[in-house]
């Protein structure tokens, strides 16, 4: 089973920036689009952006646009959240999934992923 290790979490202060990790097995990275997640407190979970596993082509929410920024590292088969300009309604648990797929493949719904990391906390004060 595929094992999703998130890292870079915290607590910050609203207009900081945080960069969020997620290392994947290299069977699972190479063919899977990774996407981000994050779920507030009391709200459902919602999708964040996503990246395909071939070409780099990417998608965001709206409320992530011109702030946020997906990448991955095929060397190190880790997929990256830089967040900037945090505001605190950016407060949530952030989780990294793996959705496998046609090689230019953006999901954008939770179902379409396969396997699903533990989350890790981005706290925004104001």
């Known amino acids: 089973q595929a094992q999703l290790v998130e890292a870079g979490g915290g607590l910050v202060q609203a207009g900081d920036s945080l960069r969020l990790s997620c290392a994947a097995s290299a069977r699972t990275f190479s063919s899977s689009a990774m996407g981000w997640f994050r779920q507030a407190p009391g709200k459902e979970r919602e999708f964040v952006a996503v990246m395909s596993w071939r070409g780099g082509r990417t998608s965001y929410a709206d409320s992530s646009k011109g702030r946020f920024i997906i990448s991955r590292d095929s060397a190190k088969n880790t997929v990256y959240l830089q967040l900037n300009s945090l505001k605190p309604e950016d407060t949530a648990v952030y989780f990294c999934?793996?959705?496998?797929?046609?090689?230019?493949?953006?999901?954008?719904?939770?179902?379409?992923?396969?396997?699903w990391g533990q989350g890790t906390q981005v706290t925004v004060s104001s």
């Open positions: 999934a793996a959705g496998a797929g046609p090689a230019y493949f953006t999901p954008r719904r939770g179902l379409e992923y396969n396997y």
